[in-house]
Nanobody, 124 residues
């Protein structure tokens, strides 16, 4: 079974930075694609960033230019800069075998493995 564990959540003031880490372990973990999603209270889970198995990063429009994702094998780091209160959410790391331009932001279609989430709070 594939296991996903996130770490690095916390509180920061607007304009600040935070780093989130994710480690994927288990069967074929080193070749899995990885992603970050986030969910704010009362809202649907939304995509943040994807990093393909070869290291290619893809970002949601909402974080383009502010967040950076990188990976080393089955581990990845999401660097979040210029954080705003709207970024406050529980952040989840996900892993999967397939990624396409049409479904990479679809929670159920593309990402079968999930961590339990880490809270990020950005204050004004």
């Amino acid at each position: 079974q594939v296991h996903v564990v996130e770490s690095g959540g916390g509180s920061v003031q607007a304009g600040g930075s935070l780093r989130l880490s994710c480690e994927v372990s288990g069967y074929t973990s080193s070749i899995l694609h990885m992603a970050w999603f986030r969910q704010a209270p009362g809202k649907e889970r939304e995509g943040v960033a994807v990093i393909v198995s070869d290291g290619t990063p893809i970002y949601a429009d909402s974080v383009e230019g502010r967040f950076t994702i990188s990976r080393d094998g089955s581990k990845n780091v999401l660097r979040m800069d210029s954080l705003q209160p709207k970024d406050t959410a529980v952040y989840y790391c996900a892993a999967g075998w397939r990624v396409t331009s049409e479904y990479m932001w679809d929670v159920q279609e593309a990402w079968p493995f999930w961590g339990e989430g880490t809270q990020v709070t950005v204050s004004s």
